[in-house]
């Protein structure tokens, strides 16, 4: 006989990795946001002109891109597949 209770656990596993992706991306999809509003309304604001808030977004922008390229380096191409490094690793 077959037991259920590994349907159930699998469901169970898989409504977890759904929450922790939904707490993942909606932190990063938020968290420029509140750091945008804390630069121009927090306890050290600055005064809100054209070159402060594209000031702001540029670094929120680059420190994003920046993240994504060294995460990239460290971590993709170090990854081995018989030999193969980097991107090959990821395509088997």
Do not use: H
Not at 61 to 77: D, G, P, R
Request: glycine share 12%; aromatic share 8%.
């Amino acid at each position: 006989m077959k037991s259920t209770s590994s349907g159930r656990g699998d469901n169970y596993l898989l409504t977890l990795v759904v929450g922790a992706l939904g707490v993942v991306y909606g932190d990063i999809g938020t968290s420029p946001l509140y750091a945008l509003r804390e630069c121009f309304m927090g306890k050290d604001r600055l005064p809100v002109s054209e070159p402060n808030v594209l000031g702001v977004i540029s670094l929120i922008l680059w420190s994003l891109t920046l993240i994504v390229a060294i995460k990239y380096l460290t971590f993709v191409m170090q990854a081995n597949n018989k030999g193969e490094g980097g991107i090959l690793s990821l395509l088997s």
